[in-house]
């Protein structure tokens, strides 16, 4: 794998079909994983582009509030995005993501009318949500996962009208919280999976620079 040396960078890499391309590759749990031929392109920005300038446009809805999911929904509202949390009823999180300030409804109308989905959920849990997110999602909402084992090992992907992508904070989501508020950032592996608008990769770096993932 890429390993990041030191912080303040933020990885991006292209990883257009790398999971389901028609390149060759391996069966595990009885799904075809499709290896790249070649390693994947990548570059290292020491200071990313996209920081300093207008805010992202994105509605967001966090999908989740563990580990991940309280550290990224509470940066991305502290950068001044409007943020839902989506949580199943009776979620034991529901109390914490209120008392956090933040709205919390159900999956389906957490998602309905977002620009940006978080899905911060862990990754053998996602494929139980994943109906209930896409049914709901609209064409050219961006999809945002935090691991790719849920795409490779799953058994589901994103309608080909919405964008999908990774953002991988380089350590827990108690660090990434911590050194956003100290003015800091934790950084980010980037990977654009689907790019259904042609931008992916733009609100990719954008929203990993609302998660103080291209601090200094």
């Known amino acids: ?35 790249p031929e070649q390693p994947l392109p990548y570059r290292t920005y020491e200071t990313p582009p996209l920081v300093g300038g207008e805010g992202p446009d994105e509605r967001v809805a ?27 009823d009776n979620s034991p999180n529901t109390q914490n993501a209120i008392a956090d300030g933040l709205e919390v409804k159900r999956i389906p109308d957490a998602v309905d009318g977002a620009t940006a989905i978080f899905i911060l959920i862990p990754d053998e849990l996602i494929s139980d949500v994943s109906d209930e997110v896409m049914k709901n999602t609209g064409a050219g909402t961006i999809v945002v996962l ?9 058994g589901w992907w994103p309608p080909e009208n919405v964008d999908c992508g990774l953002i991988a904070p380089h350590g827990p989501g108690i660090e990434m919280r911590r050194l956003y508020i100290e003015g800091s950032g934790l950084p980010a592996i980037l990977a654009d999976v689907q790019d259904a608008s042609g ?14 993932c291209a601090r200094p």
């Open 146 to 154: 935090a691991h790719g084992s849920s795409l490779h090992f799953g």
């Open 62 to 88: 966090v999908i989740g509030y563990g580990n991940q999911g309280r550290a990224q929904a509470l940066n991305l509202h502290d950068s001044g995005l409007p943020v839902v949390v989506g949580l199943r």
């Open 1 to 35: 794998g890429v390993r990041i040396q030191g912080h303040h960078q933020l990885l991006c890499i292209r990883d257009n079909q790398a999971s389901r391309g028609s390149r060759g590759g391996v069966e595990r749990r009885g799904l075809k994983i499709s290896m």
């Open 199 to 212: 931008r992916c990769r733009e609100r990719l770096e954008i929203l990993a620079a609302a998660l103080g």
